[in-house]
């Protein structure tokens, strides 16, 4: 089989797994020609490269929008930032993320999960992608001091964004046009809240009130963080609880011992994180130039680090395709690693695993409708975005 991988390769989407395992094989460090960039599928590889702060950059941005398609510089936000700023930036709302903080805050995330799935339980019927949807947009409207409605009306231009038409790379014209109005729409959140503060801990007083080497945050910059919190707040564990679900629907005998064994639930949320990566794939820039399996990455192009192959090599795990509970990660790539690991990764943990808690204890019998069982695909994000399950009513 020829090799040939573009991230903008829609008929790869739905199955990139053969090739994924070929790159691996052949050409670990493979060469996208029409982008001029690299591509490394290896977990090892993906994990050094995440480490090496002096080879590769994230201030030209890091999805494949920012790296090949972008026509002005990514905004001066943490996401984008190497040492010395990005620790200056990040370190505004980082305590907030610490493990020991989001320990304390399980009994309110299980409050908010029973409430929400309270009505639920008497129908019979409930969407698992939405319930945790809800849930997450729930918490990160609180982190970042905004009324729940707001951010849900900030997750509307978002789903639009990233809406993806055959034959166009990349964002759409009407993902362009989402993307102005939430620009508009958070500038209007932020004035407003400049004259009335919200909560005294919440993000938003915090980058209204910073000042970085003498410099405030501009509202371009507080507009940017918080449309990326809210997508990184509400991406990942929706994706993955109804992966959860449905994985384990397919595995009838791993989901018996699940019920036997909630202490095992952790692992789930975990498995499916690795064995269904929702985050395809991120990049940086090659800041100098960098020898790997006998190939030179030179300084000024790009490279994509393909999480979910990486999550499926077999050289880091043993029978890496297989999904399994009980599964023991010595490492894990689920939410990156090295600078730019995810900020949030001990929420979505926490967040996932009280979600599938609450919904075996609840409902320890129920079918996945698979008629309505919805995957989305793109570059970046895949996933099933709705998981309808029955059950006996309440």
């Excluded at 493990?99 to 969407?127: T, W």
């Excluded at 809406?163 to 500038?187: C, D, K, N």
């Excluded at 050289?315 to 509970?325: C, V």
Aim: include cysteine; aromatic fraction near 10%; proline fraction near 5%.
């Amino acid at each position: 089989m020829t090799l040939r991988y573009s991230p903008y390769d829609e008929s790869l989407w739905s199955d990139p797994w053969p090739v994924y395992k070929q790159m691996q094989a052949e050409a670990p460090a493979y060469y996208i020609e029409d982008l001029d960039c690299w591509a490394l599928t290896r977990f090892e590889d993906i994990w050094q490269a995440s480490m090496d702060r002096q080879s590769f950059t994230a201030s030209h941005g890091t999805s494949p929008d920012a790296l090949f398609l972008a026509s002005e510089p990514p905004p001066h936000v943490f996401l984008f930032m190497d040492p010395p700023d990005h620790g200056k930036h990040r370190g505004l709302i980082a305590r907030s993320y610490l493990k020991d903080k989001i320990a304390l805050i399980e009994d309110h995330v299980r409050r908010v999960v029973r409430k929400l799935l309270e009505p639920m339980l008497e129908q019979g019927e409930l969407d698992v992608y939405a319930l945790s949807s809800r849930t997450a947009l729930d918490l990160i409207a609180a982190f970042i001091g905004l009324e729940l409605e707001e951010v849900l009306q900030i997750r509307g231009y978002i789903n639009r964004f990233y809406q993806r038409e055959s034959g166009v790379p990349g964002t759409t014209e009407a993902g362009v046009r989402a993307f102005t109005e939430a620009h508009g729409y958070i500038l209007r959140l932020i004035d407003k809240y400049r004259r009335r503060p919200p909560a005294e801990h919440s993000h938003i007083v915090s980058w209204l009130g910073a000042e970085i080497d003498g410099q405030r945050l501009s509202d371009d910059q507080i507009f940017f963080s918080v449309f990326a919190m809210v997508i990184t707040g509400s991406d990942t564990v929706p994706l993955t609880t109804a992966s959860s679900i449905y994985y384990l629907d397919k595995h009838p005998d791993q989901f018996a011992i699940v019920r036997d064994d909630h202490a095992l639930i952790a692992g789930v949320f975990e498995e499916a994180a690795r064995y269904d990566q929702p985050t395809n794939l991120l990049g940086r820039r090659i800041a100098q130039d960098v020898e790997l399996h006998g190939q030179v990455m030179r300084e000024g192009q790009s490279v994509l680090f393909l999480y979910a192959a990486a999550c499926r090599d077999d050289r880091e795990f043993d029978a890496a395709d297989k999904f399994d509970i009980t599964r023991k990660q010595r490492r894990n790539l689920s939410f990156g690693t090295g600078l730019h690991f995810c900020l949030g990764q001990h929420l979505a943990r926490l967040e996932g695993r009280v979600i599938l808690e609450e919904l075996i204890a609840s409902i320890p019998e129920f079918e996945v409708e698979q008629g309505g069982c919805k995957r989305i695909f793109g570059e970046f994000l895949q996933g099933y975005a709705a998981m309808p399950i029955l059950f006996r009513p309440r």
